[in-house]
């Protein structure tokens, strides 16, 4: 009798037991290497929507057309490789001929060459270039082409998307690179966004293993770990023969395996009491937890939801093994809300000015499209266009460290001399600004356009090569518009722009209005 029990209880550990706490951690050990691989898509993704920001874009498309440097100049400065962490940036034109392309080292962001970006050579015309001409057939959109490749023996990330207007109507004429190069400070975000610290290295595809090993045992499942306890996953490379290989040291198991171990000796004595209370122990304790858990498992995974707590009060190895996933769980929810957070920064910065901080010429965009779209009838709405009298002369005699500084501090007193809740101010590019005033008539606009004019003025900053003051002083052109007349906001910034130019040519340091301009130049 007692040979049966042992032999039962031995049954029951070999083919019930063991097998579930393999099965849950190989479940959790899969979740890792998907958490590394998820780490490695949202890397990507999130290049992915900063390059399609850039590539489905008027001027870009404008760009490849007539070849404006002054595109490239407002728009890839230093400081968008920074604040991108950038290494390089590349157009080329649909026939895949580089338009244009700068390179940065980010130790000392020193230009360098890349002969693969600078003169592409058939792997990245293929396997980039080609790959990005896609386009999503339910939407009409450009499908963002990301990933990883080896190139010059340097692991190198991308995103590459065709070129074409923000309405998406125009024939694609060109394609964009965002690239950097995988160094160390790309490893460390990768490996934070995983929560695990792991390795990797580039392998050749045809000497890939399979990652799922084989325990000693045949009677237990496969599972993912080695015999000393390291995890193998591979992430594609965008090279056909390559491979990405990651590897880490797995969490110390929260269980025995061998079969002769302290709880089944516990058990054994316990059999010789009584074969009934050792069942329902058993089963209450181990077993039905166990399949409890399984289907709350499954139940999260069909449904999604991290926030998932598996009920276990026991301290036991079974207890830790539970509270252990319900911190696995919390992690995977946790990374997932930093995921929807880094989103919308990258949102929010591809709308900021990097130097000032207001908006951007991008965000004034938007912004001019929506009040045209959602127009309030009987509403009038007023742009000002500003300019910096004598800017050059300013950089060209104080340096550009001293205009960056002249810059901020005028972005600061236009948006100290406007109504946050109603008002919009942009930097549209070098010294130029623009105002949006809702609910504004051309008389109330003049005087706020005198407010912002004597604001500046009272900055004091000196100018000792203007033709017109010794401090620095600003221009201003207006035009006063309703929504419903109009449906492209470039009519609405021409007209600002001309009364802008009769500012200047009545000397500078005042604001007209698009009324005046007329009066001066009614064609």
Same mark, same amino acid.
């Given at each position: 009798?007692? !040979?049966?029990?042992?032999?039962?209880?031995?049954?029951?550990?070999?083919?019930?037991?063991?097998?579930?706490?393999?099965?849950?951690?190989?479940?959790?050990?899969?979740?890792?290497?998907?958490?590394?691989?998820?780490?490695?898509?949202?890397?990507?993704?999130?290049?992915?929507?900063?390059?399609?920001?850039? !590539?489905?874009?008027?001027?870009?498309?404008?760009?490849?057309?007539?070849?404006?440097?002054?595109?490239?100049?407002?728009?890839?400065?230093?400081?968008?490789?920074?604040? $991108?962490?950038?290494?390089?940036?590349?157009?080329?034109?649909?026939?895949?001929?580089?338009?244009?392309?700068?390179?940065?080292?980010?130790?000392?962001?020193?230009?360098?060459?890349?002969?693969? /970006?600078?003169?592409?050579?058939?792997?990245?015309?293929?396997?980039?270039?080609?790959?990005a001409q896609r386009i999503d057939e339910l939407t009409k959109t450009p499908i963002s082409h990301?990933?990883?490749? =080896?190139?010059?023996?340097? =692991?190198?990330?991308?995103?590459?998307?065709?070129?074409?207007?923000?309405?998406?109507?125009?024939?694609?004429?060109?394609?964009?690179?965002?690239?950097?190069?995988?160094?160390?400070?790309?490893?460390?975000?990768?490996?934070?966004?995983?929560?695990?610290?792991?390795?990797?290295?580039?392998?050749?595809?045809?000497?890939?293993?399979?990652?799922?090993?084989?325990?000693?045992s045949s009677n237990h499942n496969s599972s993912y770990r080695s015999k000393a306890g390291v995890?193998?996953?591979?992430?594609?490379?965008?090279?056909?023969?390559?491979?990405?290989?990651?590897?880490?040291?797995?969490?110390?198991?929260?269980?025995?395996?061998?079969?002769?171990?302290?709880?089944?000796?516990?058990?054994?004595? !316990?059999?010789?009491?009584?074969?009934?209370?050792?069942?329902?122990?058993?089963? %209450?304790?181990?077993?039905?937890?166990?399949?409890?858990?399984?289907?709350?498992?499954?139940?999260?995974?069909?449904?999604?939801?991290?926030?998932?707590?598996?009920?276990?009060?026991?301290?036991?190895?079974?207890?830790?093994?539970?509270?252990?996933?319900?911190?696995?769980?919390?992690?995977?929810?946790?990374?997932?809300?930093?995921?929807?957070?880094?989103? =919308?920064?990258?949102?929010?910065?591809?709308?900021?000015?990097? =130097?000032?901080?207001?908006?951007?010429?991008?965000?004034?965009?938007?912004?001019?499209?929506?009040?045209?779209?959602?127009?309030?009838?009987?509403?009038?709405?007023?742009?000002?266009? %500003?300019?910096?009298?004598? /800017?050059?002369?300013?950089?060209?005699?104080?340096?550009?460290?001293?205009?960056?500084?002249?810059?901020?501090?005028?972005?600061?007193?236009?948006?100290?001399?406007?109504?946050?809740?109603?008002?919009?101010?942009?930097?549209?590019?070098?010294?130029?600004?623009?105002?949006?005033?809702?609910?504004?008539?051309?008389?109330?606009?003049?005087?706020?356009?005198?407010?912002?004019?004597?604001?500046?003025?009272?900055?004091?900053?000196?100018?000792?090569?203007?033709?017109?003051?010794?401090?620095?002083?600003?221009?201003?052109?207006?035009?006063?518009?309703?929504?419903?007349?109009?449906?492209?906001?470039?009519? $609405? /910034?021409?007209?600002?722009?001309?009364?802008?130019?009769?500012?200047?040519?009545?000397?500078?340091?005042?604001? %007209?209005?698009?009324?005046?301009?007329?009066?001066f130049n009614p064609s």
């Amino acid at each position: 009798m007692i !040979a049966l029990m042992f032999i039962i209880e031995t049954l029951n550990l070999t083919y019930v037991k063991l097998p579930q706490l393999f099965a849950l951690e190989a479940n959790s050990d899969r979740k890792d290497i998907n958490r590394i691989k998820t780490a490695f898509d949202s890397i990507s993704q999130e290049l992915a929507v900063v390059n399609y920001d850039n !590539a489905v874009w008027d001027d870009t498309y404008q760009y490849i057309i007539d070849r404006d440097s002054s595109y490239t100049l407002d728009n890839f400065v230093q400081d968008t490789y920074k604040s $991108i962490n950038l290494n390089g940036i590349h157009i080329y034109d649909i026939h895949g001929d580089k338009v244009w392309g700068k390179s940065y080292e980010k130790k000392y962001w020193q230009k360098i060459p890349f002969a693969s /970006f600078d003169n592409p050579n058939a792997i990245v015309k293929e396997q980039i270039l080609t790959a990005a001409q896609r386009i999503d057939e339910l939407t009409k959109t450009p499908i963002s082409h990301s990933g990883f490749i =080896l190139l010059e023996q340097q =692991l190198v990330h991308f995103s590459a998307t065709l070129i074409t207007t923000t309405n998406l109507q125009a024939t694609p004429n060109g394609t964009m690179v965002f690239w950097r190069f995988v160094s160390e400070d790309i490893l460390t975000n990768l490996r934070t966004r995983a929560a695990i610290e792991f390795d990797v290295k580039i392998v050749e595809k045809s000497s890939m293993p399979s990652p799922r090993l084989q325990f000693e045992s045949s009677n237990h499942n496969s599972s993912y770990r080695s015999k000393a306890g390291v995890i193998k996953g591979f992430y594609p490379l965008i090279n056909d023969d390559k491979a990405l290989l990651f590897s880490y040291q797995a969490p110390a198991r929260l269980f025995e395996t061998h079969l002769f171990n302290q709880s089944v000796k516990i058990t054994f004595t !316990a059999l010789l009491l009584s074969f009934s209370i050792i069942y329902l122990f058993v089963h %209450c304790s181990i077993v039905r937890p166990i399949i409890n858990a399984k289907k709350q498992m499954q139940s999260a995974i069909k449904s999604n939801n991290h926030s998932l707590k598996l009920k276990h009060t026991s301290k036991d190895e079974l207890g830790m093994l539970f509270y252990y996933i319900n911190r696995l769980l919390e992690n995977i929810a946790s990374k997932e809300q930093e995921l929807i957070s880094h989103n =919308l920064r990258l949102q929010e910065i591809s709308h900021t000015d990097g =130097l000032t901080k207001i908006a951007n010429r991008r965000a004034f965009d938007d912004y001019m499209h929506n009040i045209l779209i959602n127009n309030v009838p009987e509403s009038y709405t007023t742009l000002l266009v %500003c300019d910096v009298d004598y /800017f050059k002369k300013f950089n060209d005699f104080y340096g550009h460290t001293m205009g960056d500084n002249a810059l901020k501090l005028i972005a600061k007193s236009l948006e100290r001399n406007l109504h946050a809740e109603t008002d919009f101010v942009a930097r549209y590019g070098g010294e130029e600004f623009v105002v949006v005033l809702n609910n504004t008539h051309e008389d109330a606009a003049d005087f706020v356009s005198k407010n912002l004019l004597e604001g500046i003025r009272q900055l004091n900053i000196p100018h000792e090569k203007s033709d017109i003051a010794e401090m620095v002083t600003l221009s201003i052109g207006s035009h006063s518009f309703m929504a419903a007349e109009y449906t492209e906001h470039k009519v $609405i /910034f021409e007209k600002a722009d001309k009364a802008l130019y009769l500012a200047k040519s009545l000397g500078r340091n005042r604001a %007209c209005t698009s009324t005046l301009q007329l009066q001066f130049n009614p064609s």
